[in-house]
């Protein structure tokens, strides 16, 4: 089952239109796609090692952009989103966020814009609490960035050397993945 997808997406890597593809995937992750943008950055990056900073400054444009819209929406369409986030399982999440926020501002959203944490929250609670928008954008700039150059160097130096071995172990990986998916949402639904 995972090595199809995986032989999908190294394919969707290779496609001519790939890196626009990777902008819009990057874009529209910032806002609301619950699939982080890495899963298409990898393969592009393993197939172009050369192209990895190219490919990187390509992902953190289209994601910070992404994240602007997720701002203004915050800002200017909260009582929209509301019943969204309430419907899809993030209402705790996002007053989590909003918590963080009050205790730290601006260092919440460069820390959610380089870690797994779901960015897309971060950016319509900082619209919705009126975060200065200059410090938001440089704080999304350094934070997606320094993620986004950080998983392209590290696919540009190491990938070639180990997707064999990812390509002998994709099963075990691929349900690991999973398991560990399922356990952070048994988890994270217990608080």
Same mark, same amino acid.
């Given at each position: 089952?995972?090595?199809?997808?995986?032989?999908?997406? %190294?394919?969707? *890597?290779?496609?001519?239109?790939?890196?626009?593809?990777? *902008?819009?995937?990057?874009?529209?992750?910032?806002?609301?796609?619950?699939?982080?943008?890495?899963?298409? %950055?990898?393969?592009?990056?393993?197939?172009?090692?050369?192209?990895?900073?190219?490919?990187?400054?390509?992902?953190?444009?289209?994601?910070?952009?992404?994240?602007?819209?997720? =701002?203004?929406?915050?800002?200017?369409?909260?009582?929209?989103?509301?019943?969204?986030?309430?419907?899809?399982?993030?209402?705790?999440? =996002?007053?989590?966020?909003?918590?963080?926020?009050?205790?730290?501002?601006?260092?919440?959203?460069?820390?959610?814009?380089?870690?797994? /944490?779901?960015?897309?929250?971060?950016?319509?609670?900082?619209?919705?609490?009126?975060? *200065?928008?200059?410090?938001?954008?440089?704080?999304?700039?350094?934070?997606?960035?320094?993620?986004? =150059? /950080?998983?392209?160097?590290?696919?540009?130096?190491?990938?070639?050397?180990?997707?064999?071995?990812?390509?002998?172990?994709?099963?075990?990986?691929?349900?690991?993945?999973?398991?560990? %998916?399922?356990? %952070?949402?048994?988890?994270?639904?217990?608080?």
């Amino acid at each position: 089952m995972f090595e199809s997808m995986y032989d999908k997406i %190294l394919l969707w *890597a290779q496609h001519r239109f790939a890196v626009r593809f990777l *902008a819009i995937f990057s874009f529209i992750e910032s806002i609301f796609f619950p699939i982080p943008t890495d899963v298409m %950055l990898i393969p592009i990056v393993l197939r172009a090692p050369t192209r990895a900073f190219y490919l990187a400054a390509v992902t953190t444009v289209a994601s910070v952009a992404g994240g602007l819209v997720g =701002y203004l929406l915050g800002a200017y369409g909260f009582e929209m989103l509301e019943p969204v986030l309430h419907q899809i399982g993030y209402w705790d999440r =996002y007053q989590r966020v909003i918590e963080w926020f009050d205790t730290w501002g601006f260092w919440v959203v460069f820390i959610a814009g380089f870690s797994p /944490l779901p960015y897309k929250l971060f950016t319509v609670g900082a619209g919705a609490l009126n975060l *200065a928008f200059l410090p938001f954008v440089i704080a999304s700039l350094i934070g997606r960035g320094a993620r986004f =150059y /950080l998983v392209a160097k590290v696919v540009a130096v190491f990938g070639p050397k180990v997707e064999p071995t990812v390509r002998k172990y994709i099963e075990w990986l691929g349900w690991g993945c999973v398991i560990l %998916l399922l356990a %952070l949402i048994a988890y994270s639904s217990l608080d």
